[in-house]
C-alpha cells in the first residue's frame, strides 16, 4: 500500500515539475521578446522630431505669433514680479503659440531661466 502511495505522489510531482519548467520557459520566451523590443522603442516615439518649427504663413499663424509675444511679455512681467511659476507658464504658452524661431527661442530661453529660479529657491 505504501508502494501504490509513493508512486502517486512521484507521478504529481513530475507534473508539477514539468508545469514549472514550462511556466520557466514561457518567462525566459517573454524576456527575450522584450529584450529584442527594446532597441526599437527609441524609434516609436510619441515626441516631434528635434527640428525647426515650420513656417506657414496666414492671418492664423500671425495672431499665433501676436499671442505668443503677449504671453511672452506677461512672462517678463511676472519675471519682474518675482513670480516665477506663472512667469515659467507664460513662457510655455509663448514657446508652444511661436510662429517665427527668433520669438520660440527667446520663449525657451525664458522658461529655462524661470524653471533655474524655481529650483534654486527651493
Known amino acids: 500500500m505504501t508502494y501504490l502511495c509513493n508512486l502517486f505522489r512521484n507521478k504529481k510531482k513530475a507534473r508539477t515539475g514539468k508545469k514549472r519548467a514550462a511556466a520557466q520557459a514561457f518567462r525566459f520566451l517573454l524576456l527575450l521578446g522584450l529584450a529584442l523590443l527594446l532597441p526599437a522603442i527609441p524609434a516609436c516615439s510619441l515626441l516631434p522630431p528635434e527640428s525647426a518649427p515650420q513656417h506657414f504663413s496666414g492671418d492664423g499663424q500671425r495672431n499665433m505669433d501676436k499671442y505668443a509675444g503677449l504671453c511672452y511679455q506677461q512672462g517678463l512681467r511676472y519675471?519682474?514680479?518675482?513670480?516665477?511659476?506663472?512667469?515659467?507658464?507664460?513662457?510655455?504658452?509663448?514657446?508652444?503659440?511661436?510662429?517665427?524661431?527668433?520669438?520660440?527661442?527667446?520663449?525657451?530661453?525664458?522658461?529655462?531661466?524661470?524653471?533655474?529660479?524655481?529650483?534654486?529657491?527651493?
Request: charged share 30%.
Open 79 to 122: 519675471m519682474e514680479e518675482f513670480r516665477y511659476e506663472l512667469a515659467r507658464q507664460q513662457f510655455a504658452y509663448a514657446a508652444s503659440a511661436a510662429a517665427s524661431p527668433g520669438l520660440y527661442a527667446d520663449a525657451v530661453d525664458g522658461l529655462r531661466r524661470a524653471e533655474r529660479l524655481i529650483l534654486e529657491g527651493r
